[in-house]
């Protein structure tokens, strides 16, 4: 039985799970960029830690000393490595191997550098593999040739705590929101459909169409719009058949 | 639903004002909660994102601050340090979320500064005293405190921040405002469809056949155009990432040459794929279709080389043209002439909302998980879309090969058609001086030159998704009503020149701007200018083939068919302008095109003496 009742189950159900997809969609992109947006500050206040030792290592090399020759260079790892965040900072060779660290225990390995991604500028490339996060800046000689890489590591736990909170805070304050969004709904077009079906039925009265027998979808004038609509296009459809 | 023209008070369809009600209900309830949702999120947000700002800018003051105290330990007096203040501006020209720096001496006196203090300080996250945005750092010479560094966070910055997620969000709302328009259209038929097929069995009609609800081709065909509008965004520039693969083609050729090629294809499929959809019935030519589409967006997703992205575009350029011609096909098949405006114009709402979706959400998307996955997010709005017709129209046997009766659009039949069109001097200056060059403004500044352009001032997809969005949504709102205008005023080549001149006066402010609400504000006039040239060209190509006695839908498809060639033209123009000049020369070019040709056809198109003919397309 196609009545009232049904279509509010239908429509109502289609705009409340609408409704509240969209505002979860919503949330959840809004979210997304503002770790996206959270992260990219992050890589900017360690791309200055990246900027700060390159340009200390160029002005060595634009000296004309080879990188390799740049002994004052762990000194300079080391103080810059105090910046927050910073796990250690190593300065690579053109084949990846560890030239100066600030952890002397990376003296001599090789970094892995698969999947970084260079930044919009060119400058940086960043890769991040759950809470780490690496930074890289190629480093030029007086000539323009690329002789290495200054690589910063970074612990992104403080981030992921920050944005978990965030997460967390937006699910406890917009979950009943959205719970109240389909209520609402489902309110709003029951009310829509049955006032839709009383207009519709006072409309009706003037129209030829004998009264609906009990218990045939329709009866009681209030809603029924449906049933109503329908009547009236068969019964224009029975006047061109005839 | 039953499509009815004459006094729309009269003739008000009532499940069209129900489903109207219902989408004002979901928008309004939309509206309300999402903004409030929104103002919760934006506030836990800025909470956390403004002492990350505060570290960041930090680190500058400490750099800036570690140069500047080796010249005081050097005895430089600050008031003789040479290049302080271009110092300062080098650090905040690279830090867009620094608005102020400057080197104050103890007493206040500033003695080298740059940028401008803010004085709105509003952030929600940021707080509201002056101090709150500043960082101070005292500059150090000998070990003694000379002057002091300040820095202030720019709140404009986190304003900016603020707006772009809050037009993310609206464009969701936009977006999910349509996709419940189009389902609640579809719930509210299917309803209705049931009701009556009982009432008929009741009535004792059971065997009576109703007549095809058109409604139900709306989401199969909103599914199918969506799959392919998804990638408008990023298409130019995910071409332009393969034109090293072909280092043979020029780079500028190799990115125009997707867009260019997909037009062409899609034009010339047209008469044959009609034919085709005819043959093997109009179910069969739509699965197959969204098929093509489906496999050419998955091979275009896995594509690494340009000649293979090419050759993918091409299939689903034929898919998307073999369904198009079979959705209009079902249309023109079970309508009449009383009813096929209303008919065609449910088909083109269906096109048009989903211009306005796609390129919002495939450009948040292919923001959030790359193109490549938005591409086979499409292929699956194309099965989609073969699911929705299969199981909307069952197996209906109106929709099979024996169960039309429309005729053909172009082929064999219909080459005197084109000769006696061709032969007509203003079918000829429509085509050549209205049509064409507005198909390829369209294809050139919409399709190729403002993913390129707001990519290379730094934009990301979704907001190229969303100036994108701005064309197609002005062309909805203003499109009927330029219909009902022109028609009124029976003022067709008004409109038409008036909607040239409204194109080069649109796109002209893009050629000096890009930046900003100037890019969306552009491209929407771009959408009322075109919007107002589309009815009435219509409506004279219905009038001139009555003249040359040749049929409405006939002439139609053939001008359909000239108008999309001409659109393959538009890449290339335009990539040939920005070869020579540049990317804002080029759309300046696209605009001039169309109003210079507006005003040539204002001369050149002789007023025909009034008809009985009228517009059957209101759109």
């Not at chain 1, 200055?48 to 160029?58: A, C, D, K, N």
């Not at chain 2, 023209?5 to 309830?29: C, E, H, S, W, Y």
């Not at chain 2, 506030?43 to 010249?71: C, D, M, T, W």
């Not at chain 2, 907001?463 to 067709?492: C, N």
Request: hydrophobic letters at 55%; glycine letters at 10%; proline letters at 5%.
């Amino acid at each position: 039985m196609i009545d009232d009742r049904v279509l509010v189950a239908r429509v109502g159900g289609v705009i409340a799970a609408t409704v509240a997809l969209a505002i979860a969609l919503a949330l959840l992109l809004a979210f997304l960029k503002f770790d996206q947006r959270f992260v990219d500050v992050t890589v900017a206040r360690l791309g200055l830690v990246v900027e700060e030792v390159r340009r200390q290592s160029e002005t060595g090399l634009a000296l004309g000393l080879e990188l390799a020759e740049l002994e004052d260079l762990t000194g300079v790892l080391q103080r810059a490595a105090g910046a927050r965040d910073v796990l250690h900072i190593d300065i690579l060779d053109d084949q990846g191997a560890v030239l100066f660290s600030s952890a002397p225990a990376r003296l001599g390995s090789r970094a892995d550098l698969g999947g970084l991604v260079a930044d919009a500028g060119g400058r940086l490339s960043r890769r991040a593999r759950d809470h780490e996060l690496l930074l890289t800046g190629r480093l030029g000689n007086g000539f323009g040739q690329m002789v290495g890489d200054v690589a910063v590591y970074a612990d992104l736990t403080p981030q992921h705590q920050a944005l978990a909170g965030v997460r967390r805070e937006l699910l406890s304050s917009t979950a009943p929101l959205v719970v109240f969004a389909l209520l609402l709904t489902l309110l709003a077009v029951f009310l829509t459909v049955r006032l839709s079906g009383r207009a519709d039925s006072g409309r009706d009265q003037s129209r030829p169409w004998p009264p609906l027998s009990p218990g045939q979808p329709g009866r009681g004038g209030g809603g029924r719009l449906v049933v109503r609509v329908v009547r009236d296009k068969l019964g224009g459809q029975r006047k061109s058949w005839s | 639903m039953v499509v009815t023209r004459g006094n729309p008070a009269r003739n008000r369809d009532p499940l069209r004002t129900l489903v109207f009600r219902l989408t004002a209900i979901a928008v309004a309830v939309l509206l309300v909660l999402s903004l409030l949702a929104s103002w919760l999120a934006l506030h836990s947000f800025e909470r956390v994102l403004y002492p990350e700002l505060r570290l960041k800018a930090a680190g500058v003051a400490e750099i800036l601050a570690r140069q500047i105290n080796r010249a005081l330990d050097y005895d430089i007096p600050l008031q003789e340090l040479p290049g302080l203040a271009e110092a300062l501006e080098r650090e905040i020209k690279v830090h867009p979320d620094i608005a102020y720096a400057a080197v104050e001496a103890p007493d206040g006196q500033v003695l080298a500064a740059y940028g401008a203090r803010p004085s709105r300080l509003a952030a929600p996250g940021g707080g509201l005293a002056s101090e709150d945005y500043d960082i101070l750092v005292p500059l150090v010479g000998h070990g003694q405190a000379q002057a002091q560094l300040r820095l202030s966070l720019d709140p404009a910055w986190l304003t900016r921040a603020s707006t772009d997620l809050m037009l993310e969000v609206a464009s969701v709302i936009l977006v999910s405002v349509l996709v419940t328009f189009e389902i609640l259209l579809l719930v509210v038929n299917l309803s209705m469809a049931k009701v009556k097929t009982r009432s008929l069995g009741a009535a004792g009609m059971a065997g009576a056949q109703q007549p095809v609800n058109l409604v139900f081709l709306r989401l199969p065909v909103f599914l199918f155009c969506l799959s392919e509008e998804l990638s408008r965004p990023f298409m130019p520039a995910y071409a332009q990432q393969l034109a090293p693969t072909a280092p043979w083609l020029p780079v500028d050729l190799a990115v125009s040459l997707p867009i260019t090629l997909f037009m062409l294809v899609w034009a010339l499929s047209q008469p044959t794929g009609a034919r085709f959809s005819g043959r093997v019935g109009r179910r069969s030519a739509f699965l197959v279709a969204a098929g093509l589409s489906a496999l050419g967006l998955t091979l275009t997703a896995l594509a690494d080389h340009l000649v293979t992205f090419l050759l993918w575009r091409c299939v689903t350029a034929l898919g998307y043209g073999l369904a198009l011609i079979t959705a209009q096909g079902v249309v023109v098949d079970h309508t009449t002439g009383k009813n096929r405006a209303g008919g065609l114009a449910l088909f083109i709402g269906a096109l048009l909302a989903a211009g306005v979706c796609g390129p919002v959400a495939g450009g948040i998307i292919a923001d959030q998980v790359g193109a490549s996955a938005t591409l086979l997010v499409g292929a699956g709005a194309a099965l989609a879309a073969a699911l929705a017709l299969v199981l909307l129209f069952g197996r209906d046997p109106r929709l099979a090969a024996e169960g039309f009766s429309a005729p053909h659009v172009g082929g064999h039949a219909n080459r005197p058609a084109i000769a006696r069109l061709a032969g007509d001097g203003r079918f000829a200056a429509l085509m050549t001086l209205s049509a064409i060059p507005a198909k390829v403004a369209a294809t050139g500044v919409l399709f190729f030159l403002i993913p390129l352009l707001l990519a290379e001032s730094g934009a990301g997809k979704a907001e190229i998704g969303r100036v994108q969005m701005m064309y197609f949504l002005a062309f909805i709102i203003i499109s009927p009503l330029a219909a009902t205008l022109s028609d009124r005023w029976q003022s067709r080549r008004g409109f038409i020149i008036g909607g040239g001149l409204a194109t080069l006066i649109g796109l002209a402010p893009l050629a000096l701007w890009d930046q900003g609400w100037s890019a969306a504000l552009a491209i929407g006039l771009f959408g009322f200018a075109q919007a107002l040239i589309s009815a009435p060209q219509l409506t004279l190509v219905t009038q001139i083939s009555s003249r040359v006695r040749v049929a409405e839908i006939t002439a139609i498809g053939w001008f359909r068919l000239l108008e999309r060639l001409g659109g393959a033209l538009g890449p290339l123009l335009a990539v040939a302008l920005a070869a020579a000049w540049s990317y804002h020369v080029a759309v300046l070019g696209m605009g001039l095109l169309c109003g210079v040709s507006a005003l040539l056809f204002g001369l050149l198109y002789r007023r025909a003496p009034p008809t009985a003919a009228s517009s059957e397309m209101s759109s």
